[in-house]
């Protein structure tokens, strides 16, 4: 693959760009993670989102334990290349947590609320660890 | 306004935490840019967006010299806390190029490809300077 675009994207100090996931078609957004330039060029050449966790300092195959994969629809660059936007199909759920999206806490009158439920327990993931975004 | 719920953000070592903006009504992903703990207090408090310029290094009230605000409509954090997702309903446009939203380059077989167009010729646009998300 020509990966002449890489010099469009910005890595920060650490090599990471944040990757913001969301639904192709419902708009819904998923999750934030990082990525490095390893984790890019697998994305585009494999068609599904890989991560790198910082946690665990290596490449994160999302889905790989639970396998709720995102297959990519579209990769695109913002304006001054340090921000990613991957247009995804999200296989099961997006969270750790079981919830179809990390984004659940809504902030009303300076307190938190939970706005979604569990749909799917995180006991019946796989031991797919929590992202370190 | 009660500020317990600051303990869920986990800021990073420079004290700044990315925060996603989507319209509120139509799912689109408009910008990633980043908040300190005063950006989000303000935004919170006047229900509409304020960012922190990492390149200026002050506070970034979003379209304080465009007029392209962007309303507050809900504010989420994730399940790690280290993710903010702005729901917002954006007057005019958010991206500094005069594009509806920032992520307008899409990479397809490897080369980056323009996918949006002006709506607003940047000069219109009272200067308003480029964001550093």
Known sequence: MDSAFLDKISFDSNGLVPAIAQQHDTGEVLMM???NRDAVLETLEKKE???WSRSRAKLWRKGESSGHVQKLIDFRIDCDGDTLLL???????????GRHNCFFTSIKGGKAEIISDIEIPPEE?????????
Not at 125 to 133: F, L, R, V
């Open 33 to 35: 993670a990082w990525m």
């Open 49 to 51: 989102v890989c991560y």
């Open 87 to 97: 247009l995804v199909d999200q296989v099961g759920v997006a969270c750790h947590t």
């Open 125 to 133: 993931m796989y031991g797919e660890k929590t992202p370190d975004a």
